[in-house]
């Protein structure tokens, strides 16, 4: 698991690519608390258009991202989900607390 982060204009984008799952979880979610803290951004975008697979672990790492920057009065949204990673999310109703859109 892979992530790049790009901030700008007080958005924080969060490109994940690879496989989402417990292994590497643990390490990815402590960077995107890390830099959510360090940029404090007003909204935050994670892009999973390069996720291949994702497990329980990437609703986690999403549902806490979230809390952390609604807890700093920012949004964050989810785009480009695949349709793997779609389907756990679909199957965990999270597209009822943050938004998420699939790959066209």
């Not at 690519?17 to 608390?33: F, Q, V, Y």
């Not at 996720?51 to 700093?72: E, H, P, R």
């Not at 990673?85 to 199957?91: G, N, S």
């Amino acid at each position: 698991m892979k992530a790049v982060f790009t901030y700008d204009n007080n958005r924080l984008t969060i490109a994940l690519s690879g496989e989402l799952d417990h292994h590497g979880a643990r390490d990815i979610m402590d960077k995107i608390m890390n830099k959510i803290d360090d940029t404090l951004p007003r909204d935050c975008h994670i892009d999973m258009g390069k996720v291949s697979f994702m497990d329980s672990s990437g609703i986690a790492i999403v549902l806490k991202a979230y809390k952390k920057v609604n807890a700093i009065g920012g949004r964050l949204w989810v785009e480009n989900v695949q349709k793997q990673p779609m389907h756990v999310f679909d199957a965990a109703g999270i597209d009822r607390i943050i938004g998420i859109s699939a790959t066209v």
